[in-house]
């Protein structure tokens, strides 16, 4: 998986806005759970959102739901991650991951999926 951070290189003031890009390649994934994490300084990895059946199912961590979206573009080989009214607590690498197996689960356990991303680094701060 190749994570990309979204313009502004990772920087963004709080209230901002900011996409994540990860891109799949070697098999299709549109049918694969696919989801983000982050993992902020000094804390473990914790779960952030999944899509699943292709966006059809998704489901966000409590301190991101209304603030972030999840979504994949068409062919379901990318998967996007639209965080908005950005807060200094965001602040955290960012990995997407990818289930080797197809499946209609909303996973938000590390342990659950197969394949990760390099990690992006989003830090929000005035």
């Known amino acids: 998986l190749r994570s990309a951070g979204g313009a502004g290189g990772g920087l963004v003031q709080p209230g901002g806005s900011l996409r994540l890009t990860c891109a799949a390649s070697g098999r299709t994934w549109s049918t694969a759970p696919m989801g983000w994490f982050r993992q902020a300084p000094g804390k473990e990895r914790g779960f952030v959102a999944v899509?699943?059946?292709?966006?059809?199912?998704?489901y966000y961590a409590d301190p991101v739901n209304g603030r972030f979206t999840i979504s994949r573009d068409s062919a379901g080989n990318t998967v996007y991650l639209q965080m908005n009214s950005l807060k200094p607590e965001d602040t955290a690498v960012y990995y997407c991951a990818a289930r080797e197996y197809t499946g209609s689960g909303l996973y938000r356990r590390g342990g659950q999926y197969h394949y990760w991303g390099e990690g992006t680094l989003v830090t929000v701060s005035s």
């Open positions: 899509d699943s059946l292709g966006g059809t199912r998704t």
